[in-house]
Structures are given as structure tokens and as C-alpha cells.
């Protein structure tokens, strides 16, 4: 083995023990995260170790192993969302002190959709989507909102892929492809996949090329009328979209975004 691999090896198990931890799983035991990442446990005990010794890891009171606070300082940094994030957050709070509704933000991860912010009240059926959360595109207001306005074929790929997989009722290829169509025209999505019986209503926030870069939603009541409410947040993410381009803000979706194209695991 070269050194370079080596490397590679050393972090590719340091991002197999990372990535056991999700919203489902926000807490493990050793033996837990041995399992589940298929390392041997002497091999485990000894990066968790590091891992402890340098914040990435913490432990609960119960003796648990979670994410560090450290880690989660790094993330706050990645700029596809750092800039932006702080730029849509005043608005966000807006949007939400006077509607009151769940608002949130997402941006595109290469092959689907990430929250990176989210404003809700407490109480039962408000615990979707959670900031980290990752989605297809089709699935959640955001989604649609972002891949309406990404290029032709870039729709084309994301369609092909759920044509592949025998996409039928909401994974249907020619519903996706409708409400695209409909996202495109209003200016909004309108989706309830993940919010049912509630509705999701997205818009995107563009860079100066007429790319998206992000989206943000509303999530109303059964039953309420949509367009007001995709109006209000279609001139929500307009006003964010401005204020990025005015302060030079760095919105440029990046490398795999406008792809379209879900892994084989999604």
C-alpha cells in the first residue's frame, strides 16, 4: 500500500465512524459504532479515543459517545452555507414572526437537497426536517424548488433516475416533471411528500447567473390557500437573493450542484 493510500484508508474509516451518527442515531456505544461501521473494536476504541482527545467526539451523561462541539464548529464553516445562512436568517425570522408557520432553508448536496436552517415551533408535528437532513429533490418544497430551476438536462437526469427505479404516485416521473413545470411558471412548489396532511411551499434564491443556490419554505395548514403564502415567500427569497448579490456574497452553487443526479444509494 503507497502512502497516499494509506491515507486515503485512514480517512476513508474516519468517515465511516463519523457518518454512523445521524438524526436517527445521534448517540452510540462503542461496541454500537464498531457494528455499525464494520471496524474491529480494538481499531474503534482507538480513534474514538483520538477523536475524544480532540473535541470531534463528546460523551453524554450516560456515557454515551455523540458528535463534539468542535465538529460542529467546522461545519458551520463550509461556505456553501456560511455566508448565505447569515444572509437568510433576519428574513427567515420575518417570514416566521409573521406567519408563525415552520420556515425553512436548504441547499443543494450534490445529488439531493440539505437543511442547513430551520425555524419552528415546538410541539408534535413540527420535528421535520432537521437541520443536517438530506432529501431527494422531489420529495420536500425545497427540492422541487431548487431542481425547477436548474438547467434542462440536469432535470432530465434527475427524471432518468426515477424512471429507473420505477418511480410511481409521488416518484412518478411525469408528476415530478409537472410540478416542475408548475414550480417554473409560479415562481413556487407547492409539495406535501414529507409534510402531509400540511403543505410545503419553497422558492429558490438564485445567483447572479439565474443558477439556484438555495431555496427556502413555508410550511402551512390543510387547506390553506397556497398562493398568498407562495407569493410571500417567493418575495422572501427574492429579498435574501438581492441582499447576497449586493453584499458579493459567495452563492455560487460550487462543484455538483445543478447535477441532479442521486447516488445509487439514495
Not at 502512502?3 to 462503542?30: C, I, K, N, P, Y
Not at 433516475?161 to 409537472?178: H, I, K, Q, S
Request: with cysteine.
Amino acid at each position: 500500500m503507497t502512502r497516499v493510500e494509506a491515507h486515503r484508508s485512514v480517512l476513508g474509516r474516519l468517515h465511516r465512524l463519523l457518518s454512523a451518527f445521524d438524526h436517527e442515531h445521534t448517540h452510540h456505544s462503542l461496541s454500537d459504532l464498531s457494528r455499525r461501521t464494520g471496524l474491529p473494536l480494538t481499531t474503534t476504541h482507538r480513534m474514538v479515543g483520538e477523536l475524544l482527545s480532540l473535541g470531534m467526539l463528546d460523551r453524554t451523561d450516560e456515557d454515551q459517545l455523540c458528535i463534539g462541539v468542535d465538529l460542529w464548529n467546522f461545519g458551520l464553516l463550509a461556505p456553501k452555507t456560511h455566508g448565505l445562512q447569515r444572509v437568510a436568517l433576519p428574513f427567515m425570522q420575518d417570514l416566521y414572526s409573521t406567519t408563525g408557520f415552520p420556515i425553512h432553508l436548504g441547499i443543494p448536496d450534490a445529488q439531493q437537497i440539505t437543511t442547513v436552517e430551520s425555524l419552528r415551533p415546538h410541539g408534535p408535528g413540527h420535528e421535520r426536517p432537521r437541520i443536517g437532513q438530506r432529501d431527494p429533490y422531489h420529495v420536500v418544497a425545497v427540492g422541487v424548488a431548487l431542481l425547477a430551476f436548474q438547467p434542462a438536462a440536469a432535470q432530465q437526469r434527475y427524471l432518468s433516475w426515477l424512471e429507473g427505479r420505477g418511480g410511481a404516485g409521488p416518484d412518478d416521473p411525469a408528476t415530478v416533471r409537472a410540478a416542475l413545470a408548475q414550480t417554473r411558471a409560479a415562481g413556487f412548489s407547492v409539495n406535501n411528500n414529507r409534510t402531509f396532511p400540511r403543505v410545503g411551499i419553497g422558492a429558490p434564491i438564485l445567483d447572479h447567473t439565474g443558477l439556484p443556490v438555495a431555496a427556502i419554505s413555508i410550511v402551512v395548514p390543510e387547506g390553506t390557500t397556497n398562493t398568498p403564502y407562495g407569493l410571500l415567500v417567493r418575495s422572501t427569497a427574492r429579498s435574501i437573493q438581492r441582499t447576497a448579490l449586493e453584499q458579493r456574497i459567495d452563492v455560487h452553487p460550487g462543484p455538483g450542484s445543478g447535477r441532479a443526479h442521486p447516488s445509487e444509494g439514495d
